[in-house]
């Protein structure tokens, strides 16, 4: 750390945190007789909290964010020098990083065309289910207009994004949902019993998971679906690959029923999985929308994007003497300069210091140095993952595949934050589920800082358990 703060100062602001806010996420209750951790800095893949101590982030801002990693010069001045040109201006109308940052991320998304910017996963998200359901009203007599998600699957925070929710912990007490979400079941090998297919495996299992998406739509009537929106890894589910044969198979079934692909790039997108820029590319998939958050502007400014295809683009344009016709929707902190300014810069980076290459050597690493970890901790039932957006699901039982309890998962990750090491949990997408070790470091990572995360994590292994 850099010494700008004087203890007194740190106590204030540590005072200030448990009097006045609101932490996401978090129950208050501990804080009445401890601190919140605090972070104050952070610098390439390190952070130091109020007490002067030093973590690796082996989780990019805690939620798989700060791709970039931390410290960086050239984005802040990008950012400041567009503030001092223009901060804002409504999205309505264009700007030069808009049109610049549109023009570079397009580039690197083959058979997509137009960026929507706004300014969180979820917003993005919420931007395409509207689409989705103008486009039923413009082309189906409002008939086309259920969307399908997954279980497992979270695609965000507000009422219409958690209506979309796989994730029963985070919904519970938040209803009623808004109508016309369906939910398909997950695709997790590992689990493969849960959905009845634990007969089948590789590419086989792969196919019939995803007839378990056509199912739901044949009991829908696929008349009245009018898009699939699915991650094409689930993070905060439990970092879930989809196994060989899905993904062909979902597409086949989409275009059979004329379903709208929505993919979910908000943590898998900017190069996270690595050696493509987004982790559908992995997977020959075409989609129809591609929502982006997290790694767009690696957390330097708030910028979402919705991007589409000129297909549907064209939806929206055919009739302008109708006054109804166009996408009626604005986010006020869309046309904030910041963002897409931040967000040209970070590609950059990601370019000229070939952090997809980096990313998917790194994660190589990551993945092998935690299946290496499987033959001393048979706590450890599955390692899975693409780049460095890695799980590792802990079990009790490697039979029967129960998972540890949550407090036990807390005590791992609070024991690797001890070392200097922060790692995550999943979300508890199934309640007593958060079985998940979740790592998602900076894709600047080094083979030392990979190393000395899965050494925090054998030591927190052999400690807990
Ligand atoms: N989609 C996915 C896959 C996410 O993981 C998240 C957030 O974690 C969101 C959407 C929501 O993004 P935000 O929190 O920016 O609204």
Redesign the pocket.
């Given at each position: 750390m850099d010494g700008t703060f004087t203890q007194n100062d740190i106590r204030h602001i540590v005072e200030a945190d448990k009097a006045h806010v609101w932490h996401h996420l978090t129950q208050h209750k501990p804080f009445e007789t401890s601190d919140p951790r605090i972070i104050l800095e952070g610098k390439g893949m390190r952070v130091w909290d109020q007490n002067g101590k030093e973590y690796i982030d082996a989780v990019s801002g805690g939620?798989w964010t700060v791709n970039v990693g931390y410290g960086r010069e050239n984005i802040a001045k990008a950012v400041y020098d567009q503030l001092m040109k223009l901060c804002y201006f409504a999205q309505s109308a264009g700007s030069i990083p808009g049109s610049l940052f549109a023009e570079k991320l397009i580039s690197k998304m083959p058979g997509m065309s137009r960026v929507y910017i706004t300014n969180?996963?979820?917003?993005a998200?919420e931007k395409a289910f509207k689409m989705v359901r103008q486009i039923a009203h413009k082309k189906y007599g409002g008939k086309k207009y259920k969307i399908l998600y997954r279980d497992r699957?979270?695609?965000?925070?507000t009422l219409a994004?958690m209506s979309a929710g796989g994730q029963d912990e985070r919904n519970a007490q938040y209803g009623p949902f808004a109508p016309g979400f369906v939910r398909v079941p997950h695709c997790m090998e590992y689990r493969k019993e849960e959905l009845g297919l634990g007969h089948l495996s590789g590419r086989d299992f792969g196919i019939a998971a995803a007839n378990l998406i056509e199912e739901v739509i044949l009991r829908e009537g696929p008349e009245t679906v009018g898009a699939l929106c699915l991650?094409p890894v689930t993070?905060?589910g439990g970092v879930i690959t989809p196994p060989d044969g899905y993904w062909e198979r979902v597409q086949e079934i989409c275009r059979k029923y004329d379903i709208l692909l929505h993919i979910?790039e908000?943590?898998c997108g900017i190069g996270r999985t690595g050696t493509h820029w987004f982790g559908y590319q992995h997977y020959g998939i075409k989609p129809d929308f591609v929502t982006m958050?997290?790694g767009v502007a690696s957390g330097y400014a708030a910028i979402?994007c919705c991007v589409t295809t000129e297909e549907v683009f064209e939806m929206f344009k055919d009739n302008a003497e109708d006054p109804l016709d166009h996408f009626r929707d604005i986010s006020t902190f869309g046309g904030c300069a910041a963002g897409p300014a931040a967000a040209l810069e970070n590609m950059r980076i990601i370019e000229d210091e070939n952090l997809l290459e980096n990313c998917t050597a790194m994660g190589e690493r990551l993945m092998g140095n935690l299946r290496a970890l499987m033959d001393k901790h048979a706590v450890i039932g599955d390692v899975r993952g693409l780049g460095l957006f890695c799980g590792a699901e802990l079990v009790a039982d490697r039979e029967t595949k129960e998972p540890v309890s949550e407090s036990q998962v807390a005590q791992v990750v609070a024991e690797c934050g001890a070392q200097g090491v922060i790692i995550g949990a999943s979300n508890r997408s199934v309640p007593g589920r958060n079985n998940t070790l979740c790592f998602s470091p900076a894709l600047i990572a080094t083979a030392d800082d990979i190393d000395a995360i899965t050494q925090a994590v054998d030591a927190a292994l052999t400690r807990v358990f």
């Open positions: 939620v969180s996963g979820s917003e998200n699957d979270y695609h965000g925070s994004a991650e993070a905060g979910d908000v943590v958050a997290k979402a």
